[in-house]
């Protein structure tokens, strides 16, 4: 009885929230941290972290229908940083594979998402890596919903790295002066080579279970992004915890340091 009252509390609390919505602007460009998978096994008494992991890339799904329903253009989920790669293997290569899963459930016909791996793809297990190729390119050409993509071997000081050096390659390539490429360097060389095809400057960034910090995460595109913490564990978020991200953006006054 108590759980049908509360589902019938959230319910309402919801449309509140929906309404509250309609007409206030809202983010094109979301990254989210998807954390707190380990501890939320934990605090449920689960031994296997990787079962948090597990209960974390099913919420993906859900997550993205959210983002569907609020017209939400891209969202960046961040699933695995660079740093994240040097964790011992029998910790890391369950991870990897649960993450590869995840993009190949996304990939799967009859989803309206085009997907895209963004990070140093090359730095994963080779079969990991010709996974996330194979599933993000069956993807390409989907027009019905919301852009994502997925940062995996992600690091945000390294994205600017090889977004620099793939400017400067670029340049060599065709034959330019390095000396006259400095005179002319800007930032929208960089912006044009990072990793996501998209490109577009980050409006929110979200991050689940508490803590507050963007750990690498967007360091470029979240230059003047809102930023919402949410203290509930990855697995437990819920729609109820998203449309509170978007009224709280809704409420900012963006000013980009005028």
Known sequence: MRAKVRAALDALYMKRLVRELEGRPRPQHIGIMLDGNRRWAKMSGIDDPREGYRAGGAKVLDFLRWCDSAKIEHVTLF???????????????????????????????????????????????????ARLKTATAATQGRKG??????????????????????????????????????????????????????????DLIIRTSGEQRLSGFLLWQSAYAEVHFCETYWPDFREIDFLRALRSYSLRERRYGR
């Open 79 to 129: 699933m695995l940083s660079d740093d994240n790669l040097h964790r011992p293997e029998e910790q890391l290569n369950p991870l990897i594979d649960i993450i590869a899963e995840v993009v190949e459930q996304l990939a799967a016909p009859g989803n309206p998402w085009p997907v895209e791996a963004v990070g140093a793809l090359d730095l994963l297990p080779a079969e990991s890596a």
């Open 145 to 202: 919903g919301t852009k994502v993509d997925v940062a995996v071997g992600y690091g945000g000081r390294r994205e600017i790295v090889d977004a620099v050096r793939s400017a400067l390659t670029e340049h060599s390539s065709q034959g330019g002066d390095i000396d006259d490429f400095i005179e002319t360097f800007t930032m929208e060389h960089i912006s044009k080579h990072l990793y996501s095809k998209t490109r577009s400057e980050s």
